[in-house]
């Protein structure tokens, strides 16, 4: 596993939770190390071990931690180029939906040997989508389901989402767009230094 998702846990714990919570994870998982390098490749046991030793220490079970990861990467400050790569799918959250399937290339466009889900957008009717996620690590559904959530607010957009287990070990996000301009999104320049 990319040491950029093992080190995205680990940031969010002690962004969160603080660097005591970070060490209480890290001895439950037993890591051999202190904290993971964001461009070494690690056994995807160790972020199996990682996620079930936060889920324990923070008492949450893994679904709802990852969520929490999803919406934490997008909101962040110090994670703001995520959503950037994010806001390039497009001017409205409909566009950026419908960009998601891009993602995975966006991504490698700058890692090249970063590992991505496959991620498949269906429409089953006007406003209503099923987002199909398959990944080698169990939980990339409830990821994407907190990073949409962030986007969602981000875009201004009123949305409701639900996760579903998917056939074959997809998981499924449905997305219902209730309405596309709720609110004011944030702002979003194509280039962060113009002012």
Not at 11 to 39: C, H, N
Not at 61 to 89: C, K, M, T, Y
């Amino acid at each position: 596993m990319h040491g950029l998702v093992n080190r995205a846990l680990q940031e969010f714990v002690k962004d969160t939770y603080g660097a005591d919570i970070w060490g209480e994870v890290r001895d439950q998982a037993a890591l051999p190390f202190d904290e993971f390098e964001s461009m070494l490749h690690y056994d995807i046991r160790l972020t199996r071990l990682t996620i079930d030793a936060a889920s324990a220490v923070l008492h949450k079970d893994a679904a709802s931690l990852l969520e929490d990861v999803g919406s934490w990467l997008v909101s962040n400050p110090a994670q703001e180029s995520i959503r950037r790569l994010l806001r390039f799918g497009g001017t409205t959250f409909l566009d950026f939906l419908q960009s998601l399937e891009e993602l995975p290339g966006r991504a490698r466009m700058a890692l090249p040997d970063l590992d991505m889900p496959e991620i498949v957008l269906q429409t089953d009717t006007p406003g209503r989508f099923r987002l199909e996620i398959r990944w080698v690590l169990d939980g990339m559904g409830s990821v994407l389901l907190g990073a949409l959530r962030g986007m969602a607010d981000d875009y201004g957009a009123l949305v409701v989402l639900e996760a579903e287990h998917g056939r074959e070990g997809a998981e499924i996000v449905v997305i219902d767009l209730l309405d596309a301009q709720f609110a004011a999104g944030r702002t979003f320049e194509l280039d962060a230094q113009m002012r």
